[in-house]
Nanobody
């Protein structure tokens, strides 16, 4: 089970930190060590789009061009959680943000939502101009 939190209403230029906590499921040691956790977002009337991804070890990351340099994804091993630090927010960042996870040892096609089996419930981020 993935639990996303941290959304809210902010003004353009502000920051927010989202968290995705994994709980309630026993993954094998192989699955845990080869898992990729990602963030996607979906704005009203638009398709779900990739935001950022991180390997479970934290040594590989990927970002969409629209957030590169403004957002940072990180892992917190002790908490089984992944954070998305969002800085310099823009109105076009407004969306429901979802975290997703699946086993992906080669970190392939992380930007495709079809690669993920497990999804959190979403958290709303609204950025006013």
């Amino acid at each position: 089970q993935l639990q996303a939190s941290g959304g809210g209403l902010v003004q353009a230029g502000d920051s927010l930190r989202l968290s995705c906590a994994a709980s309630g499921r026993s993954f094998s040691a192989y699955s845990r060590s080869n898992c990729v956790i990602s963030w996607f977002r979906q704005a009203p009337g638009k398709e779900r789009e990739f935001v950022a991804a991180i390997s479970w070890s934290g040594d590989r990351t990927s970002y969409s061009d629209s957030v590169k340099g403004r957002f940072a994804i990180s892992r917190h091993n002790s908490e089984n959680a992944v954070a998305l630090q969002m800085n310099s927010l823009k109105p076009e960042d407004t969306a429901v943000y979802y975290c997703a996870a699946d086993v992906n040892p080669l970190f392939r096609a992380v930007q495709s939502s079809k690669k993920y089996t497990y999804w959190g419930q979403g958290t709303q981020v609204t950025v006013s101009s």
